[in-house]
């Protein structure tokens, strides 16, 4: 039988108990996105759009999420190359931990981070009694809390990319000279950029929807820590509309996000 036709016949009729629940399992998914989008108050959207605490709170957003980002680029594209790259002891281990933040609840993370970073915490108390610097409560604890839960995603993407790249160009350029660090820089880094600016997307697309490690370790404060999904949950107590226009918001940007890496995530054959 030729390719052709057993794809014919892969692709032929799809069983109804294979269907059904397919179908089902899309509707699921898609309901709730359409019944935000049914009840969502056009006519008021823009002057809601305007009003001094959805911009602040998404002003908030935007640089906390960025922020957290670039801590995330810095932290953990070294980290990505370490695991790709390094055979040591426990290494698995260590890829491990890394994946802990992405299934553990991120109300537990944040009170993690308090443990440590509290004022009474193991590396809070000592940045509070010789610096000053409390952390947690605060838009700098934001930005660690966001950058908890999503670093792992900048982290699985770029160690993704570093596995898949060509090392004879890396060991081309250790043949003619170049140290680590200029290979790294120079070579290794162009290779993997591409999967680099993907993780670093889905990584600021986490950061930006975080809600419970931010709750816990930072609280609820407006103009301070009070970020877009922080907002929707307080608006959803006191203005339903205000939180389907802070919804929308966030889910422009997913639908952002997607569009953006639909050729690397999503594509089809």
Known sequence: MTAAGASRRVGGRVPLPLLVPAGLGLLFLVLPLAGLLIRAPWTTLPQRLTEPGVLTALRLSLQTATLATLLCLVLGVPLAWLLARVQFPGRRLVRALVTVPLVLPPVVGGVALLLVFGRR??????????????????????????????????????????????????????????????????VTLPLVAPGVAAGAVLCWARALGEFGATITFAGNFPGRTQTMPLAVYLALETDLQAAIVLSLILLAVSVTILASLRDKWIASP
């Open 121 to 186: 915490g193991i590396v809070g108390s000592w940045l509070d009694s010789a610096f000053g610097v409390t952390l947690p409560f605060s838009t700098t604890g934001v930005v660690l809390a966001e950058a908890f839960v999503a670093m792992p995603f900048l982290v699985i993407a770029v160690e993704g990319a570093l596995r898949g790249a060509d090392t004879r160009y890396e060991e081309a350029a250790a043949t003619l000279g170049a140290g680590r660090w200029t290979t790294f820089t120079h």
